[in-house]
C-alpha cells in the first residue's frame, strides 16, 4: 500500500511518500502554512496524494514524551478530522515523537546550514514518522 505521512506543524508542513512495497521512503515536499488556513491546505495535500496514488494519510501525532496529548496533539486531530472529511482517504495517526530531533541529527550530520535545514526539517520528519509507521504491524 502507498502511504503519505503528514508532519503537521503551526508555519509548515512535510510531506513524504513510500512506494508500494512499503521499503523505500522519501521526503516530497514541505508547504507552509496558507494565510487562509486549513481550507486550500486540505486541498494540496489531497491534490498530492492523488498524484502520487497514495492510499491512506500517516499523520504524525505530537505525543508528550509521557504519551499523553497535549494542545498541539488536539490541534493535530482536528486537523486530520478535517482531511478525512475533504476526501476519501483513510487517515491513520501515528506517534511522531523525537521525529523533528531524528530529522535535526541527520542534516546535522550531514554538514548543512542552519537555512537548509529549516527548508528540509519537516519532509525529513514526515520521512520519520512514516518509517516508524510502517515498521510496525498495521492494516
Not at 14 to 28: F, K, Q, T
Not at 61 to 77: C, F, I, T, W, Y
Not at 115 to 131: G, I, N, S, T, W
Request: with cysteine; hydrophobic share 40%.
Amino acid at each position: 500500500m502507498k502511504y503519505l505521512a503528514i508532519d503537521y506543524g503551526e508555519r509548515r508542513v512535510g510531506l513524504a511518500i513510500c512506494d508500494p512495497s512499503e521499503m523505500i521512503v522519501s521526503p516530497l515536499c514541505q508547504l507552509d502554512m496558507p494565510a487562509a488556513g486549513w481550507s486550500r491546505l486540505v486541498e494540496t495535500i489531497h491534490r498530492l496524494a492523488t498524484e502520487n496514488q497514495a492510499e491512506s494519510l500517516v499523520v504524525g501525532l505530537p505525543l508528550n514524551m509521557d504519551g499523553s496529548e497535549g494542545p498541539q496533539a488536539k490541534r493535530v486531530r482536528q486537523f486530520g478530522q478535517t482531511l478525512a472529511q475533504a476526501g476519501t482517504l483513510p487517515v491513520v495517526f501515528h506517534d511522531e515523537r523525537l521525529s523533528s530531533s531524528a530529522a535535526d541529527d541527520l542534516m546535522a550530520d550531514a554538514g548543512l546550514t542552519a537555512r537548509q535545514r529549516k527548508q528540509k526539517r519537516d519532509m525529513l520528519a514526515a520521512c520519520h514518522v512514516l518509517r516508524g509507521f510502517l515498521d510496525q504491524p498495521h492494516e
